[in-house]
């Protein structure tokens, strides 16, 4: 039985090339970067090589780098560091409800705070309208913190135009680019952005490293006390070894985007046309919005998304009902439900995520197995009518 990985949006296969680069961080220059001797100062030169790194990928300068755990504390570092330390500016936050739960659970924890947030709704694709963003603008507004592209679907938000209303406002701009970075062209000085979060294994890097993107001029209160570790902006002994991954992933990641964007294109197409031609009764969810080539997020009617994760799982091929962060939970897609679509359409919904390892053989297999799969389910759901 073929394997087949298609759940790229949870995480991505670490890229050999990035292991190597690793590895000697781990067995031979294990010294810690903030140690005076000789091997303190490899690992301090390698994280600084990494930032730079990271840095030339989304167009940044190396000193607007912190290195974090992960997405997730780089969301929550921007949204608590900007309300800590300029909550005497404003006490507004926009969002969306279609965002990542780093985002949502944060924005929760300043309401609790005392912070104003408002969350915006999005259309049947999934995409923010800017003129919801500038009705909600106000005086009081502190901090704008919106989604690049959606791990879900894959629609890719008007950030660019965001960021115009915002710089017009003095609103500091945030964006969640975990899913972006890597798969799609981003700059953060086209973008106009004060602060973008990223993670390394969503681009074949390893987990537990990412990055917050801040602004040179922009300043944060600290959320990791500790030592003064990134210009005291997160305290901690520097995981070297990740660091160093996600470096050389974002090298990997500039030099594989385009050819990567190609074959996803192609592949997804060829996927989305495949089960569109074999099977009846499928929505593709975000279609007639601008997507992450590598995303497809696809209802079929009659079957529920959890008995067909499962039944592929049977099959081999691996695929999402969503969020990984939000697996386990029986409650529907807070980002379908967000975009008006109807229970039967969200409970069916499954997302395949493309990867640089994915290809043409993996379409073929889905090709060949999702059909019958779902044809089988949908005999044994006596509501379901073709």
């Known amino acids: 039985m073929r394997k087949v990985y298609l759940d790229n949006n949870a995480t991505t296969q670490v890229d050999p090339i990035v292991v190597e680069a690793m590895a000697s961080f781990y067995l031979e220059n294990y010294g810690n970067a903030s140690s ?12 600084e090589e990494a930032r730079e790194s990271v840095a ?21 570092l921007a949204l608590k560091g900007i309300a800590a330390r300029y909550g005497s500016r404003g006490a507004k936050i926009i969002t969306a409800k279609t965002e990542h739960p780093a985002i949502l659970r944060t924005a929760e924890l300043l309401e609790q705070r005392g912070f104003r947030v408002s969350y915006l709704d999005v259309d049947s694709s999934g995409i923010i309208s800017i003129e919801d963003v500038e009705q909600e603008i106000d005086d009081d507004t502190l901090l704008i913190s919106l989604m690049c592209a959606n791990n879900e679907t894959g629609t890719i938000q008007p950030l660019e135009d965001i960021a115009v209303l915002a710089r017009e406002r003095g609103v500091f701009l945030h964006t969640d680019a975990v899913q972006g970075v890597g798969k799609m062209a981003l700059d953060v ?24 993107f801040v602004r ?3 300043e944060l209160e600290p959320v990791m006390l500790g030592g003064s570790q990134e210009r005291k902006r997160r305290g901690g002994t520097e995981n070297v070894p990740g660091i160093v ?19 996803a294109s192609e592949l997804r197409g ?3 046309t495949g089960f569109t031609e074999r099977i009846p009764d499928i929505v593709i969810n975000g279609a007639e919005a601008k997507r992450l080539p590598h995303v497809s997020n696809i209802s079929f009617k009659g079957v529920q998304g959890e008995s067909l994760l499962i039944g592929l799982d049977i099959e081999g091929i691996a695929v999402s009902t969503g969020a990984a962060c939000s697996s386990g939970s029986v ?10 679509l109807p229970a039967e359409t969200i409970n069916g919904a499954i997302r395949f995520s493309l990867g640089r390892m994915s290809a043409e053989e993996d379409i073929k297999y889905l090709l060949d197995v999702v059909p019958a ?11 379901y009518k073709s």
């Not at 005076?36 to 994280?47: E, L, N, R």
């Not at 000085?189 to 979060?197: A, G, I, N, Q, W």
């Not at 409650?331 to 975009?339: D, K």
């Not at 799969?373 to 509501?383: A, C, D, F, I, Y």
């Open 373 to 383: 799969v779902v044809s089988r389910m949908r005999e044994m759901t006596p509501l």
């Open 36 to 47: 005076v001797h000789g091997f303190g100062q490899k690992a301090k030169a390698a994280v």
């Open 270 to 272: 060829r996927l989305e």
């Open 56 to 76: 030339s990928l989304i167009g940044a300068e190396p000193r607007e780098i912190v290195f974090t755990s992960g997405g997730t504390e780089a969301d929550n």
């Open 331 to 340: 409650s529907p897609s807070h980002v379908l439900t967000a975009m008006g």
């Open 245 to 263: 991954g996600l470096g050389r992933a974002c090298q990997r990641a500039d030099e594989c985007r385009e050819s990567f964007q190609a074959l």
């Open 189 to 212: 000085t086209t973008l106009k952005v004060d602060l973008l979060s990223l993670s390394a294994h969503k681009f074949h890097g390893p987990k537990g490293v990412g990055a917050l």
């Open 216 to 218: 040179d001029g922009v």
